[in-house]
């Protein structure tokens, strides 16, 4: 076989790979490994006939058969067809390294680098591969350099959550934003280049005062990725993307994300974990909300029927609005006298409004969800649930707790859903799930008044949540 011919296998086994679920049904996916190494094998089974011709073509001609370049190409060929296995392969990287050895001409002609930091990446020594992403970084090739640095912008990333310096981990965040947003400039219609952008801005919202306006920019970015075909079958993407929208409370878009991405790499268990833990806690949201939070009737009469006013607290005084610096007087409503917002509004159609509830029951944070969940009622014995972001793990409500919500933000949620579990079921053994509830959000527990006390900072603990990317 020439090396013509092995270029074009290598060519086609990297086409594969990236159109695989264009060209396949998602049903395949756990075929997915399987059908790339085997055509990495078919590579590396050609390279050894290759080989095993020249040596004996080189016998009856008393040559020594295959050039030092032809090795190397040989090698550079072998170490990026195993690289394109998801697992570290040793021989990779001793084929790749032995290819530039034989010819360092291979790092300005080929992504050499790039493959090679891919694979330290997969060993797990991130300093191997950060040398090698910046070596990519010299090519005149401009996609080469498009995959440098956008691996360079996730091992920046990881070296920020790795720090303990608030001052360093902002430096190597912001290096870290401006390779990728480096790297989209060469591309912009890089599917891979937007998302790791929104993973970038996603991870800052969590360690710069989680400011609306970063979560909007890691939504956009997220949005931008997906203009691009391939990224509707990134399960990386889906994944992250399902975790931010779960964050800002869109729960069916975001399960339908989570699911999507377990389905795309079935043997990823923390996908699956994901989408089964938001199952629950929605069911058990509704069905809690539906049985009064478990409590039978004289119990729940009897908490609904002491409210008092009194435990509005400061709440029950007008107060200046941070932005306006106006006077605002509330007035107490009840649940059915809110207006309902869409999930991550950047509207709250209750600036005038407090809410006075009675906690009926809880969830607390036992899903190892990232809110804080209970079950209220207001004094009409209408009942919703109330999320709690950024809550320290000792933040508890009780029953008969009374919560004076100033300005409540109100969505609704109503739809149907099926779980992993019944989609792999036939048609006769599925069975449809009812999500259907109200909730009420709050961003921290210092914006609360229980029992009349306002909040303080010593029940409040800023939320983290990890995305990931791979290397491309």
Not at 120 to 129: E, L, T, V
Not at 167 to 178: A, D, F, L, P, V
Not at 444 to 450: A, I, R
Request: charged share 25%.
């Amino acid at each position: 076989m020439s090396f013509e011919k092995l270029e074009l296998k290598l060519k086609d086994l990297y086409e594969f790979r990236k159109n695989y679920f264009l060209i396949h049904p998602i049903e395949d996916a756990s075929l997915k490994d399987e059908r790339i190494n085997s055509k990495v094998e078919e590579i590396v089974e050609s390279i050894k006939d290759v080989k095993n011709d020249a040596c004996k073509y080189c016998n009856e001609r008393g040559d020594e058969g295959l050039s030092r370049q032809q090795l190397a190409n040989l090698c550079w060929i072998e170490g990026k067809a195993r690289n394109a296995s998801s697992a570290f392969d040793p021989l990779c990287q001793e084929m790749l390294t032995k290819a530039l050895k034989l010819n360092p001409e291979l790092g300005n002609t080929t992504d050499i680098h790039v493959q090679l930091g891919e694979c330290f990446w997969k060993k797990g020594d991130k300093d191997g591969a950060r040398l090698s992403f910046e070596q990519s970084l010299q090519s005149s090739q401009p996609d080469i350099t498009k995959q440098g640095k956008r691996n360079l912008s996730i091992l920046m990333r990881q070296v920020a959550a790795a720090s303990n310096d608030q001052e360093h981990h902002m430096e190597y965040m912001e290096k870290s934003i401006k390779l990728v947003k480096e790297a989209i400039q060469i591309d912009f219609m890089d599917g891979v280049s937007w998302y790791i952008l929104g993973n970038a801005h996603f991870s800052q919202f969590f360690v710069d005062g989680q400011k609306p306006e970063t979560l909007k920019q890691a939504l956009q970015a997220y949005k931008n990725a997906f203009k691009d075909e391939l990224s509707n079958y990134n399960c990386d993407l889906l994944y992250n993307y399902g975790i931010l929208l779960k964050f800002q409370e869109k729960y069916e878009e975001s399960l339908k994300s989570l699911q999507l991405a377990s389905k795309l790499d079935p043997v990823w268990s923390e996908a699956e974990e994901q989408a089964t833990n938001m199952e629950l806690l929605l069911t058990q949201l509704t069905d809690l909300i539906a049985s009064r939070g478990g409590l039978k009737q004289k119990q729940f009469d009897k908490i609904v029927s002491k409210f008092d006013l009194s435990h509005l607290g400061p709440f029950s005084e007008p107060f200046k609005d941070p932005k306006t610096e106006t006077l605002i007087g509330l007035k107490q409503c009840s649940l059915s006298e809110l207006s309902k917002s869409e999930p991550a509004s950047s509207k709250n159609l209750n600036q005038d409004k407090v809410c006075l509830l009675k906690v009926i029951g809880e969830l607390g944070l036992n899903l190892q969800q990232p809110p804080y969940f209970c079950i209220a009622s207001d004094s009409a014995a209408d009942i919703c649930a109330v999320s709690v972001f950024n809550a320290a793990s000792n933040f508890h409500l009780q029953r008969g707790d009374s919560l004076a919500i100033r300005q409540p933000f109100i969505t609704e949620h109503r739809f149907e859903i099926f779980s992993l579990k019944d989609q792999k079921s036939s048609e006769k053994e599925r069975t449809e799930k009812s999500v259907n509830f109200c909730l009420i959000r709050v961003n921290s527990p210092v914006d609360l008044v229980v029992n009349g006390k306002k909040g303080n900072k010593g029940m409040q603990v800023f939320a983290s949540v990890g995305v990931e990317a791979k290397a491309s």
